[in-house]
């Protein structure tokens, strides 16, 4: 069954470094997010993406987020300067667009650490 | 905030019917109820999704009350691959928002399967 893959499994970064997480939607998808999961909390949604562009983010994705679909199968977050409380795991999701109200299906999600 | 309210916790013995009650008292005619899983901080997993009738595939069943103020889901058989956070999110479809809205999650019911 297809998958989404994020890469790497766990990023430890300095405080202030920018870092790159990585995503493979499902080859067929089309509608992107990024959720993220502070130790111990609840999901929380990013940022959604379609055609290219951000559909709608969160209050939590502020000016040191940003996404990027660089090329037909990557999805990429970046942080510009990391924070403590950017610490968290982070999701990425993806979901088709035949307009049946398709589930979103995650990929495993990226440990990061911030030092 | 999350539209549902689910038990925190709840315990099955393995090989028994586990039960899974959640309360969407609010949920608009256009919203469906999807239930996703998260076993110890893996990506959450698609469960399964319903709008007005009751529901089934290989993973479990979905039954909504006619009202569509609550809903059940079943796991026929729990085995202790099943013990995880499920969670019953309500969201708006499709077709009624334009897009692919994102999930909003709760804090889900902590299931332990008892051998």
């Known amino acids: 069954e297809p998958e989404v893959t994020q890469t790497p499994s766990h990023q430890v970064t300095q405080m202030g470094q920018e870092v790159i997480l990585r995503c493979v939607p499902i080859?067929?998808?089309?509608?992107f997010y990024w959720y993220r999961q502070i130790l111990g909390q609840k999901v929380e949604f990013l940022v959604s993406?379609?055609?290219?562009?951000?559909?709608?983010k969160s209050e939590i994705f502020d000016d040191q987020f940003s996404v990027e679909r660089p090329d037909g199968s990557n999805f990429t977050l970046k942080i510009r300067s990391t924070k403590l409380e950017d610490s968290a795991m982070y999701f990425c999701?993806?979901?088709?667009?035949?307009?049946?109200?398709?589930?979103?299906?995650f990929g495993d999600g990226t440990r990061l650490s911030i030092l | 905030d999350a539209k549902t309210t689910q038990p925190t916790s709840m315990d099955c013995a393995e090989g028994r019917a586990a039960n899974l009650p959640c309360n969407h008292s609010?949920?608009?005619?256009?919203?469906?109820v999807y239930w996703y899983r998260q076993i110890h901080s893996q990506g959450p997993q698609y469960i399964i999704h319903?709008?007005?009738n009751n529901e089934t595939n290989e993973m479990a069943s979905l039954i909504i009350t006619e009202d569509r103020k609550s809903s059940t889901l079943i796991l026929p058989h729990a085995t202790l691959r099943d013990t995880a956070v499920y969670y019953c999110?309500?969201?708006?479809?499709?077709?009624?928002?334009?897009?692919?809205?994102?999930?909003?999650f709760g804090s889900g019911t902590q299931l332990t399967v008892l051998p």
């Open positions: 999701a993806s979901t088709s667009d035949r307009g049946f109200n398709q589930p979103q299906h």
């Open positions: 080859s067929n998808h089309l509608y």
């Open positions: 993406f379609y055609n290219n562009e951000i559909s709608e």
């Open positions: 609010t949920i608009s005619g256009n919203e469906y």
């Open positions: 319903g709008l007005k």
């Open positions: 999110i309500v969201r708006v479809s499709f077709f009624s928002s334009g897009s692919a809205r994102q999930l909003t």
